[in-house]
């Protein structure tokens, strides 16, 4: 089985790369470990120089401490960093580009207003999905 998990270093992502390393991942199986840094072009002329490469570090730290628990228990998976505004989009892509035939991604449980303004990245992964996607929370 081929499986995308997506991090962004929050709670429920960390809990969705731990279900799936307990859970989910068998011996054979290919992991991709995910992250999409945010992409500050439109606000890089507002913010101090060197920005985006700290966003993208922040990221990179990120796919790393998955990485590890990942590999602490003998799943070894190809990480992944991609930049965007809408980071649903680069996870459906890579998810279409790979044939992965499960998503696994954190759902930060947001609600009512919140999610109506922000919108949701789970949500719009679990529409556009080529595959099967798996929310924990």
């Known amino acids: 089985m081929k499986i995308l998990i997506t991090t ?3 709670e429920n992502s960390t809990k969705a790369i731990n279900w799936t390393r307990e859970k989910l ?11 999409v840094s945010q992409f500050a072009q439109d ?5 101090p120089p060197g920005t985006q490469d700290k966003l993208e570090a922040i990221a990179q730290e990120t796919l790393e401490k998955g990485k ?3 590999t602490d ?5 190809e990480i992944v960093l991609e930049v965007g505004t809408v ?3 680069n996870i459906i892509r890579k998810a279409e580009e790979e044939g992965v035939d499960m998503i696994v991604m954190g759902s930060t449980g947001l609600t009512g207003l919140k999610r109506t303004l922000l919108g949701s990245t789970a949500a719009k992964v679990v529409g556009n999905a080529p595959c099967s996607v ?3 929370r």
């Open 8 to 10: 962004d270093g929050s």
């Open 25 to 35: 991942a068998r011996e054979n199986d290919q992991i991709i470990l995910m992250t």
């Open 43 to 47: 606000l890089l002329a507002e913010m």
């Open 68 to 70: 590890k628990a990942l």
């Open 73 to 77: 228990k003998g799943v070894k998976p």
């Open 87 to 89: 980071p649903a989009n």
């Open 134 to 136: 798996c929310i924990i």
